[in-house]
């Protein structure tokens, strides 16, 4: 059976989800082996691609939605959610 996970993560960062918070999410996606897919407006892309993460160019404030399926979901969707609460490690 597959493990589902779900969660939701608001945007903190000023300049939104640009290329060096997207590079840390990308990264931090890498290391689980589940699917991972964040939703925005009506874009659904890969977490582990920076391509996809870019194009939702999400702002500050956008509420992002996390799926993952697989053995380690929950763990990856905990991951992305601590991660975003510390802005992505970026600081102005």
Excluded: C, W
């Amino acid at each position: 059976m597959k493990h589902k996970a779900r969660g939701v993560f608001v945007i903190l960062n000023e300049k939104g989800l640009h290329t060096r918070p997207s590079t840390e999410l990308v990264r931090l996606a890498a290391k689980y082996r589940s699917q991972i897919q964040l939703s925005y407006r009506s874009y659904v892309v890969n977490a582990k691609s920076l391509l996809g993460i870019l194009m939702l160019a999400a702002e500050r404030g956008a509420k992002i939605v996390i799926d993952a399926i697989g053995e380690d979901a929950e763990d990856a969707v905990r991951g992305i959610l601590q991660l975003a609460q510390s802005r992505f490690y970026v600081k102005y």
